[in-house]
């Protein structure tokens, strides 16, 4: 299908529109939409968080009956179900649209079929535009509602020599400043952050978002309002301090959300003391190699989580990497070499550099002397 590069410009207008929400709207997309009349935008929209209007209806709404037989650009096909919101494809028939132009089709069994149910109404449709990049945009979302999980995230910092940290010694940066605020974009784009009950008490890290830089999002023009990931602690022990800087108020004011997964068998007493300081406690089956992680992931996923940043540390990477649940991967190469201390990964190997497995980056970029990857894995 010809696109316009007018048409363009009105999607790209609508995939910054979506960004607006970035981080808000787990388990549902980001989605922006763009009302054009006779070559002039007359209304714009997005999605702000589940459970409210979808962007076509507040896109709608400001343009209110310079609606009727004008042209809708949306980054996602309009959803055809009743959920907690009307279908949209209703709302765009109602409003007497004259064509609808859709970069992703939705992936829903039942919120799809909304392309279809606005040819029947007469509606001229047109999907595929720019389509890449609003599947790159909302990729927690189409990796979720295909794999029935989170998609993981793993984040590190780490040395030219492959050191996270010096042995012994925790909570020194490993990385610059502008990597360090690059970190804390990934915390706001995921619903959910993630380490090991060792980082917690090697660290004592917040979890929270501050400063965050958005590059890694090339369609935001305008920020998000910043909010705190739910804060993830995989904890066979329950051995995480009831008093750990995780548990206290974010900087801006809102209340820490924290989810510890720990072992059947963990000490009553300690598991009662974590949810005293405000931690929600499930208890998860173990296997030789530590807490099992898919269930973990099958319990996120229940809860609307669709992506999970993996940020530490060693040992818990490598579980993950174990099992085979690592999608995706940022790293954050520093201009430094160690020598002896804490590898990327521990507790694991897959034996041979035959077996190992392999980065794909997408993004090489230097920052301020720090490498940039980010990138795919796959097993050889």
């Known amino acids: 299908m010809s696109f316009s590069e007018l048409d363009r410009r009105f999607m790209r207008r609508a995939l910054a529109l979506a960004e607006r929400a970035r981080g808000h709207t787990s388990p549902n997309p980001i989605v922006g939409a763009v009302v054009v009349r006779d070559g002039r935008i007359v209304g714009e929209g997005f999605h702000p968080r589940a459970g409210e209007p979808h962007a076509e209806v507040f896109a709608l709404r400001q343009a209110g009956e310079a609606a009727r037989g004008a042209t809708v650009y949306v980054t996602l096909e309009p959803c055809n179900h009743h959920g907690r919101t009307p279908p949209c494809s209703l709302a765009l028939l109602e409003a007497g649209v ?18 279809e149910r606005l040819r029947r109404g ?3 449709v047109e999907a595929g535009l720019l389509e890449e990049e609003a599947r790159a945009q909302n990729r927690a979302f189409f990796h979720a509602a295909a794999r029935g999980r989170p998609l993981v995230l793993w984040k590190a910092a780490l040395t030219l020599d492959g050191k996270v940290a010096a042995a012994g010694r ?13 970190a804390h974009g990934y915390r706001q784009a995921c619903a959910a952050v993630a380490v090991g009950a060792g980082t917690v008490l090697a660290d004592d890290p917040a979890l929270t978002v501050r400063e965050p830089d958005f590059r890694a999002f090339p369609a935001m023009i305008e920020p998000p309002p910043l909010r705190d990931p739910l ?14 800087r995780l548990f206290r108020p974010g900087p801006r004011g809102e209340p820490a959300r924290v989810l510890v997964f720990t072992r059947e068998q963990a000490e009553p007493e300690r598991v009662e003391a974590l949810a005293r300081a405000g931690a929600e406690v499930v208890r998860l089956p173990a296997d030789g190699s530590g807490l099992r992680l898919e269930a973990a992931l099958a319990e996120l996923f229940a809860r609307g989580v669709d992506s999970l940043l993996l940020e530490g540390g060693p040992r818990l990477a490598g579980s993950f990497v174990r099992a085979g649940l690592v999608d995706r991967a940022a790293f954050f190469v520093a201009p430094r070499l160690l020598g002896e201390g804490r590898g990327l990964i521990e507790g694991f190997s897959f034996g041979s550099m035959q077996k190992a497995m392999r980065f794909l980056p997408e993004r090489s970029e230097t920052l301020e002397g720090d490498l940039w990857l980010e990138g795919g894995l796959e097993v050889s």
């Open 98 to 115: 004259a064509r609808v132009v859709y970069a992703a089709a939705d992936p829903g069994a039942a919120s799809g079929g909304g392309a």
């Open 122 to 124: 007469g509606v001229r």
């Open 170 to 182: 925790g909570g020194e940066a490993v990385s610059g400043g502008l990597s360090h605020r690059l």
């Open 231 to 244: 804060k993830v602690v995989f904890d066979g022990a329950a051995r995480t301090p009831p008093a750990a």
